[in-house]
């Protein structure tokens, strides 16, 4: 168990919907990341959060949208679900805002999103 | 663009043999590597990390060797377990503020046999 908690596990919906996935990084962690896995893919950076502040950002699409509330949770919403969506949506959180570098970060279970 | 690149998608490695997974990337700028393994239904675990400013780091089976001037970096483990069955992603970033991004291999599936 990496601390990291992401919620729901799987979920279903309809092209055009919107979704909010929810993660809860480690304790004490201030840094969340998202990151997306879709089919045959490797993981690819959509974008960080340190301490409630956009700190870096990925290829995120317009249509995507995140935020880190003050209890450090933090959401992230997809709006007008297309197909092509569908994936593997993981949140890591590290306790600072350094990333990766020098301090481990910890990848939630991931949300797998199926959109239909 | 793919930056980072992992050609083998998978490998099959006897118990107690040595596992090589391979990975190379483009962009001049990255720095640091890491390597993740992942097993199904799980998010990615940390394994061992290298700076450019070295060429091998060791933890335990695990050791990772970069070479800067191919842009390439491996990683050994030695004996291989049954247990060390997963997907193994290679995972590298950049220098200044982009730490906080990193950029996958597409992963190799590696399994061991008993």
């Known amino acids: 168990d990496s601390g990291v908690t992401q919620t729901p596990k799987h979920l279903i919906t309809a092209t055009g919907q919107r979704v909010t996935l929810r993660c809860s990084p480690r304790?004490?962690?201030?840094?969340v990341y998202w990151y997306q896995q879709s089919l045959d893919q490797g993981l690819q950076f959509l974008i960080q959060?340190?301490?409630?502040?956009?700190?870096a950002k990925g290829n995120i699409l317009e249509r995507f949208s995140a935020q880190q509330f003050p209890d450090l949770h933090s959401e992230l919403n997809l709006s007008s679900l297309e197909l092509g969506d569908s994936a593997l949506y993981f949140c890591?959180?590290?306790?600072?805002?350094?990333?990766?570098?020098?301090?481990?970060?910890?990848f939630g279970q991931g949300t797998r999103l199926t959109v239909v | 663009d793919q930056q980072v690149k992992q050609n083998s998608p998978s490998l099959s490695v006897q118990e107690g043999r040595i596992s090589i997974l391979n990975c190379d990337y483009t962009?001049?700028?990255?720095?640091?590597f890491l390597w993740y393994k992942k097993y199904p239904a799980e998010g990615p675990t940390f394994l061992i990390s290298?700076?450019?400013?070295?060429d091998k780091n060791e933890d335990g089976r695990f050791t990772v060797f970069l070479n800067k001037s191919a842009k390439h970096l491996s990683l050994h483990i030695v004996p291989s377990q049954p247990g060390d069955s997963a997907v193994y992603f290679c995972?590298?970033?950049?220098?200044?503020?982009?730490?906080?991004?990193?950029?996958f291999g597409q992963g190799t599936i590696l399994t061991v046999h008993p």
């Open positions: 304790s004490g962690d201030l840094s």
């Open positions: 962009n001049s700028m990255f720095d640091y």
């Open positions: 290298i700076s450019s400013i070295k």
């Open positions: 890591a959180s590290s306790a600072e805002t350094g990333g990766f570098l020098n301090t481990e970060a910890f």
């Open positions: 959060y340190y301490n409630g502040e956009e700190r």
């Open positions: 995972a590298a970033s950049g220098g200044g503020t982009s730490y906080g991004k990193l950029t």
